[in-house]
């Protein structure tokens, strides 16, 4: 295998694949990047097993000069810490990389890297998923759907089914719901199916999602979501992106969500998160970052303490107010992490009592919600 | 001459071998004599067991709401009641522990 590259277009490449490829792993193929250069078009995979990476590169034509020029076809797997590290350093805008059995030349300028290449016969392949079937969505969309949902879901492995996020399309409707057990959020957006896909529910762990979405670009670019064969793969300009699914059932979460509300009150979203990092800093020192609050009309007092640092009270003025007092104490993480995933200028939170969960909506976008079970405490 | 011999010893084999089958039908025979008391046995003891339960039942009926009684006090104990991880130890208030005891009040 012989190639020319533009180091930029290689570099970029390499730190979107690197994002799949595991630093310690059973497998030591996997510590590296297969490089496959085929029909004019180099591709580069990372995969840990769970989650591949795959991004394209193809000729184009820079400044009157070539990107790429494949002067042989051939693959190779090579470490791919140090080539990313490797080729960042480099001296010139341009690479050659030079394969011998499984020895790699890596030219630049005048800096020559002679590196000791793995068998590409030895890396698995990826999973094939190929359907019909599938939706697209714009990029940003996609993000934000993510971001919504996944920070919720749990991180401990004895529960597995809510380490992931539920995908549920139902009649032009894809709803992501994220839990773990303490608070649950549920974001929505339409989509159009390209097929008539029938309702689907598929569970997707959420540190791939975590993962997909920090490659997603911000922008309006379409992606192909295509579920398939236990595998999800997602694919967006040059980059294919895949990721094992959650066997098993996701709990029914149908009957959590309240319905009735005693007290409704909206916040200016910013206000109510910088109140509440403040009751944070001392709550953190205490067994569940408990703050709690005071809500009677006109007088919505936010506190904290920790018996060895001290205090905070804070009166925060709302924009409106319905129903009768209340008093609740909640997980501040939970409520922060909440606020932070609240895109819009203003939150309604709607409570129903003190060992019922609440639920907060942005203002404006009543697809999303992020719902709290607020702490039991004795002395509230 | 040999074959007569022949047929004399087959049937002298025959004979010690219906001896053991005559011994063993004994033995089953015994087996199942033990076999059929014991069921009549049973199924005494299975009908007055019937009877005492009927009384049993009929003493004591069902205290309306004793499962959630005993689920919630469960779930106070500080342990997981959904069916997400049942019997678990629990670390705060579970959504789907109180959904499901929300759902049989």
């Given at each position: 295998?012989?190639?020319?590259?533009q180091k930029s277009?290689?570099?970029?490449?390499?730190?979107?694949?690197?994002?799949?490829?595991?630093s310690r792993?059973p497998?030591?193929?996997l510590?590296?990047?297969?490089?496959t250069?085929?029909d004019?078009?180099?591709?580069l995979?990372?995969y840990?097993?769970?989650?591949g990476?795959q991004?394209?590169?193809?000729?184009?034509?820079?400044?009157?000069?070539?990107?790429l020029q494949?002067?042989?076809?051939g693959?190779?797997?090579?470490?791919?810490?140090?080539?990313?590290?490797i080729?960042?350093?480099l001296?010139?805008?341009?690479?050659?990389?030079?394969?011998?059995?499984v020895?790699v030349t890596?030219?630049?300028g005048?800096?020559v890297?002679?590196?000791?290449?793995l068998?590409?016969?030895?890396y698995?392949?990826?999973?094939?998923?190929?359907?019909?079937?599938?939706?697209v969505?714009?990029?940003?969309?996609?993000?934000?759907l993510?971001?919504?949902t996944?920070?919720a879901v749990?991180?401990?492995?004895?529960?597995?089914?809510i380490m992931g996020?539920l995908?549920?399309?139902d009649e032009?409707k894809?709803?992501?719901?994220?839990?773990d057990?303490h608070?649950?959020?549920?974001?929505?957006?339409?989509?159009?199916?390209?097929?008539?896909y029938?309702?689907?529910?598929?569970?997707?762990p959420?540190?791939?999602?975590?993962?997909?979405?920090?490659i997603l670009p911000d922008?309006?670019?379409?992606?192909?979501?295509m579920i398939?064969?236990?595998?999800?793969l997602?694919?967006?300009?040059h980059v294919?992106?895949l990721?094992?699914?959650?066997?098993?059932?996701?709990?029914?979460?149908?009957?959590?969500?309240?319905?009735?509300?005693?007290?409704i009150?909206?916040?200016?979203?910013d206000?109510?998160?910088?109140?509440?990092?403040r009751?944070?800093?001392l709550a953190?020192?205490n067994?569940n970052?408990?703050?709690?609050?005071s809500?009677?009309?006109?007088?919505i007092?936010?506190m904290?303490?920790?018996?060895?640092?001290?205090?905070?009270?804070?009166?925060?003025?709302?924009i409106t107010?319905e129903?009768?007092?209340?008093m609740?104490?909640?997980?501040?993480?939970?409520l922060?992490?909440a606020?932070?995933?609240?895109?819009t200028?203003?939150v309604r939170?709607?409570?129903?009592?003190?060992?019922?969960p609440?639920l907060?909506?942005?203002?404006g976008?009543?697809d999303?919600m992020h719902?709290i079970?607020?702490?039991r405490?004795?002395?509230? | 001459?040999a074959?007569?011999?022949s047929?004399f010893?087959?049937?002298?084999?025959?004979q010690?071998?219906i001896?053991?089958?005559?011994?063993?039908?004994g033995k089953?025979?015994?087996?199942?004599q033990?076999?059929i008391?014991?069921?009549?046995?049973?199924?005494?003891?299975n009908?007055?067991l019937?009877?005492?339960?009927?009384?049993?039942?009929?003493e004591?009926?069902p205290v309306?709401?004793e499962?959630?009684?005993y689920?919630?006090?469960?779930?106070e104990?500080?342990?997981h009641?959904?069916?997400?991880?049942y019997g678990a130890m629990r670390?705060?208030?579970?959504l789907?522990?109180?959904?499901?005891?929300?759902?049989?009040?």
């Open positions: 295998m012989q190639f020319v590259i277009e290689f570099l970029q490449a390499l730190q979107q694949v690197t994002k799949a490829i595991p792993t497998k030591p193929i510590t590296g990047v297969l490089i250069a085929k004019q078009k180099l591709t995979t990372g840990d097993l769970e989650i990476i991004v394209d590169i193809e000729n184009h034509v820079e400044d009157g000069l070539n990107t494949i002067e042989q076809e693959e190779i797997v090579l470490q791919a810490k140090f080539l990313l590290e080729t960042r350093k001296p010139h805008s341009l690479m050659r990389i030079d394969v011998q059995q020895t890596l030219q630049s005048n800096a890297f002679q590196l000791n290449g068998d590409p016969r030895e698995p392949d990826l999973p094939i998923v190929d359907d019909d079937r599938g939706f969505l714009s990029s940003g969309t996609l993000k934000n993510i971001d919504h996944s920070f749990a991180s401990s492995e004895v529960r597995p089914t996020v995908w549920r399309y032009g894809l709803t992501l719901t994220g839990t057990s608070r649950l959020s549920k974001d929505a957006v339409e989509v159009e199916s390209q097929e008539s029938a309702m689907m529910e598929s569970i997707i959420g540190k791939s999602l975590q993962e997909l979405a920090r922008d309006e670019m379409p992606v192909d979501i398939e064969n236990q595998q999800l997602v694919t967006f300009g294919r992106f990721s094992g699914l959650i066997e098993g059932t996701f709990p029914d979460t149908s009957r959590i969500i309240p319905t009735t509300f005693r007290t009150i909206v916040f200016t979203t206000e109510l998160r910088q109140s509440v990092e009751a944070d800093l953190r020192d067994d970052n408990i703050v709690r609050f809500m009677r009309r006109n007088n007092e936010i904290s303490h920790s018996p060895e640092i001290g205090k905070v009270v804070e009166s925060i003025d709302p107010f129903g009768e007092d209340m609740i104490a909640c997980n501040a993480r939970y922060l992490e606020l932070r995933q609240s895109p200028e203003r939170i709607e409570f129903t009592g003190q060992g019922s609440f907060l909506r942005p203002v976008k009543e999303l719902l079970l607020p702490v405490i004795a002395n509230l | 001459m074959d007569k011999q047929i010893r087959e049937v002298e084999d025959l010690d071998r001896g053991i089958f005559y011994q063993e039908l089953i025979k015994l087996q199942l033990e076999l008391e014991e069921n009549q046995r049973l199924s005494l003891e009908e007055h019937r009877d005492r339960a009927k009384f049993y039942v009929e004591h009926a309306p709401g499962a959630l009684q689920l919630m006090s469960l779930y104990d500080g342990f009641i959904c069916n997400l991880n670390e705060g208030d579970c789907f522990c109180l959904q499901n005891l929300q759902s049989r009040t």
